[in-house]
């Protein structure tokens, strides 16, 4: 089982190393692991055994490795039963939009036990290029609203970046209208 480390901890702020390819052993069980622990934390009665936060995201910073892996793990489509999965080695934004968006209910965080209202503004849509571990591919994803804000929350990470450096980056500014609300 991970032990997910919370925003007391150094790790959480260090820029972390790229992984060299092709991927070891050791990481890419790391990466399985973390999508694994996303699959549990989704899932009513593993959650509730393990007292499990639920998350859509994990960076590897969040359980003390400061390697630049993330695992995504969300239903798109639940009764299709289609998810969206990726285990990604140095991700990377290559391009981004103008225009921003950010949650409605806020963001949230497996390392940030208190709540901090506020809008975290993002790219509304951006485009990753990386190592997928689930295709076991260089992969080319190009994100929109929602799919969009869950890359660059856990990218952040892998540069000790939270969302709440966010918020209150833009602190005293005016509410920005032509953000999309998702
Ligand atoms: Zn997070």
Redesign the pocket.
């Known amino acids: 089982m991970l032990k997910i480390i919370d925003d007391t901890h150094p790790s959480l702020r260090e820029k972390s190393v790229a992984v060299s390819l092709p991927i070891n052993e050791e990481n890419r069980a790391l990466l399985l692991e973390m999508l694994e622990h996303l699959a549990m934390s989704q899932d009513e009665v593993l959650s509730e055994k393990y007292h499990l936060r639920s998350g859509v995201?994990l960076?590897a910073p969040?359980v003390g490795v400061n390697k630049r892996l993330i695992a995504i793990y969300y239903p798109k489509d639940e009764e299709k039963k289609q998810y969206v999965k990726y285990g990604l080695v140095n991700p990377r934004i290559v391009a981004n939009s103008v225009r921003e968006c950010y949650l409605s209910n806020g963001e949230g965080?497996?390392?940030?036990p208190l709540d901090h209202p506020g809008h975290v503004y993002r790219s509304f849509k951006i485009t990753v290029e990386a190592f997928d571990i689930v295709t076991n591919k260089d992969i080319v994803i190009v994100a929109r609203g929602y799919d969009a804000v869950v890359l660059q929350?856990e990218i952040d990470?892998l540069d000790g970046i939270l969302?709440y450096d966010r918020i209150d980056a833009r602190k005293g500014q005016l509410d920005d209208p032509k953000a999309l609300a998702i």
């Open positions: 995201g960076a969040q965080c497996l390392s940030v929350h990470h969302y």
